[in-house]
Structures are given as structure tokens and as C-alpha cells.
């Protein structure tokens, strides 16, 4: 008799073609999102020096990512704005002719079966480059609210698909999804950051979107990274309130969070694979520590295999054309 055991795994890893027929995690391009940073003005396409391959962009250009993007495969894009003026307020986040409403627009217009989903917001706005009305220096939660409904409107009288208010404030899904309703866009989704977690991986996107803090950080309205239970509750805050698509972000230090809100769930949910995991990639790769294609389709699977059904990933197009 043999000293084996009858079933042995590795007869089905010995080639590529086994592995794929047995594989039981699949990403695939239409799992995908891809963020783009859009700026006034034309002919614009400045470098963002800590992402490699991301730019921000003026509409013109934003249009010629988005059309290969979409030639991809990529169902859909995340656009976040940079306004010419910032206030203490963040006025420029409902301007009719902001950054991201003009995108919208020609988007609509040029590509119009891509996805357009839109990042509702104040810190890309505010002087102060925190996510709502600072007062005593103090985010006043209850007035943020009115603001962000006014910033979502304008997103959805522009063409947005989806809209996804990032800001953490306590009853923003709810007060969104009442102006939505209210101006006749019940068909418009909320994609709620609803486990967003006050993390060191945003490095990068705050000098891609010009919005790091003037003044201390935002730990007190994003979540405290040790916590789970809590991320579970925030989730089911925003589900009761309206939201149709829940978000946890990061992504890839958040592996647990993401199994536990599918598990518990069943909603859809998206994942963010953020800037400072894509960099971190990126710069390890850069010094030959490691393959950064291959590390950067591992994470991906890994967030898919977590429960994750949409990932938003500045690595979409080049996922797409490998």
C-alpha cells in the first residue's frame, strides 16, 4: 500500500491550464473602477509625483483616459474634482460649471456608456482641507449635511451615474438620498463610503486631490482602524438610510472588514484598493524587491476573495491591457 494519500493537491497546480480550471477566485476587468482627478482649464495632464501613472487632468484629457478605459473593457470611473478657488465652505463643490460637472457632462455626451460615479465631498473644496463646516475648530456634522445633499444634486443634474459621499458624516446617506428623491432622481444609486477608516494609506491621494488637512487630521468623523464591529454598524446606519452599494476603504489592510459586511450583508460591495497600497507597489517594484504586476493582480484577488464584487483601483487599465 502506498505511504500516500490517494488525493494529492498538487497533481492539479503542475500547469497553468490546471490551475486556471480549478481556480476559484477569478478578477476580471469588469470588477473594476478606475479614479481620475479632473482640473479646470484645457490641455492639462500634470504628473501626480507619488502615483505613478496618475494625473490630473482638465476634461479634454480626462476624455481620452476615459475612452481607453472604456475600449478596456473598464465599466466605470470615479471622478474626483479640484476646483480653481477654495473657501471655508467648499462653494466650488456645487458650481454648475465646477471641474467634475463639466467632466460629467462631456462624458455623457462622448462616452456614454461608461459609468460615471462621483466622489461627494468637501475636501477638495475647503480651504481648510477638512470633509465638512469647521467651526471652533470643530466639523459641524448636522450643517455639512445641507452641503453635501447641494453637492450631489448638482453631480446628479450633471449626469452622474452613481454618487458616493465619502465624508463620514453622521445621516449623509439619508439627507442625499432625501434631495435626490425630492428633485426627481430616485433612479440615481448612493455609493456609500460606509467603513472609510482613518488611515496612513491616503498619502498619496491627498497630493493627487491638493486636500491634506490645513489642521490636525480627520480621526475624529473617519473610523478608528482597530474596530470592526463598529464598521458593521456604520454599515447598517447607511443601508437603513438608503445607500444601495456599500464601501469599505481601504481595501487591502481591510481584507476582515470586507468578508464581514458581505457576510452579514449580502449587499454589494465595493472595496478600495487606495492610493498608498497601489504606491507602495509600485515603489517596491521600482527597486526590484518584488514583481509589481504580479503582486498587484495578487492584492486584487485577494480583495475579490475577501467578498469584494467592485474594486476601485488607479491599476484598472493597466489590469485591463495585460
Not at 473593457?73 to 471641474?99: C, I, M, Q, T
Not at 458616493?164 to 448612493?190: K, N, Q, W, Y
Not at 486631490?209 to 468623523?221: C, I, L, W
Amino acid at each position: 500500500m502506498s505511504t500516500f494519500p490517494e488525493y494529492r493537491p498538487r497533481r492539479l497546480r503542475r500547469t497553468e491550464t490546471l490551475r486556471r480550471l480549478v481556480r476559484e477566485t477569478h478578477v476580471t476587468v469588469d470588477d473594476l473602477i478606475l479614479p481620475l482627478f479632473v482640473v479646470p482649464g484645457r490641455g492639462v495632464r500634470r504628473p501626480v509625483g507619488s502615483m505613478p501613472g496618475v494625473y490630473q487632468t482638465s476634461v479634454d484629457e480626462l476624455l481620452r483616459d476615459a475612452e481607453e478605459a472604456a475600449k478596456l473593457g473598464v465599466p466605470g470611473v470615479l471622478l474626483f474634482g479640484l476646483p480653481e478657488h477654495k473657501d471655508e465652505v467648499g462653494s466650488e463643490a456645487w458650481n454648475e460649471r465646477g471641474p467634475v460637472q463639466e467632466a460629467l457632462r462631456a462624458l455623457k455626451r462622448e462616452i456614454p456608456e461608461l459609468l460615471a460615479i462621483t466622489d461627494v465631498c468637501m475636501c477638495e473644496y475647503t480651504s481648510h482641507g477638512h470633509c465638512g463646516v469647521i467651526r471652533d475648530g470643530e466639523v459641524q456634522n448636522d450643517e455639512t449635511l445641507e452641503l453635501l445633499a447641494k453637492e450631489a444634486l448638482s453631480h446628479a443634474r450633471a449626469g452622474a451615474d452613481i454618487v458616493a459621499p465619502s465624508d463620514m458624516m453622521d445621516g449623509r446617506v439619508a439627507a442625499i438620498r432625501r434631495a435626490l428623491d425630492d428633485e426627481g432622481f430616485t433612479h440615481v444609486p448612493i455609493l456609500s463610503y460606509a467603513a472609510k477608516y482613518a488611515s496612513a494609506f491616503y498619502g498619496p491621494f491627498r497630493e493627487a486631490a491638493e486636500s491634506a488637512p490645513q489642521f490636525g487630521d480627520r480621526r475624529g468623523y473617519q473610523m478608528d482602524p482597530p474596530n470592526v464591529e463598529e464598521a458593521l454598524r456604520e454599515v447598517w446606519l447607511d443601508i437603513e438610510e438608503g445607500a444601495d452599494i456599500i464601501m469599505v476603504k481601504p481595501a487591502q489592510a481591510y481584507l476582515d472588514v470586507i468578508w464581514r459586511v458581505k457576510q452579514e450583508t449580502g449587499y454589494p460591495v465595493c472595496a478600495y484598493h487606495v492610493s498608498g497600497e497601489y504606491s507602495a507597489i509600485l515603489a517596491a517594484a521600482e527597486r526590484g524587491w518584488l514583481d509589481g504586476a504580479r503582486a498587484m493582480r495578487e492584492v486584487l484577488t485577494a480583495i475579490k476573495r475577501a467578498g469584494a464584487d467592485m474594486i476601485i483601483t488607479y491599476w484598472a487599465r493597466e489590469f485591463a491591457r495585460r
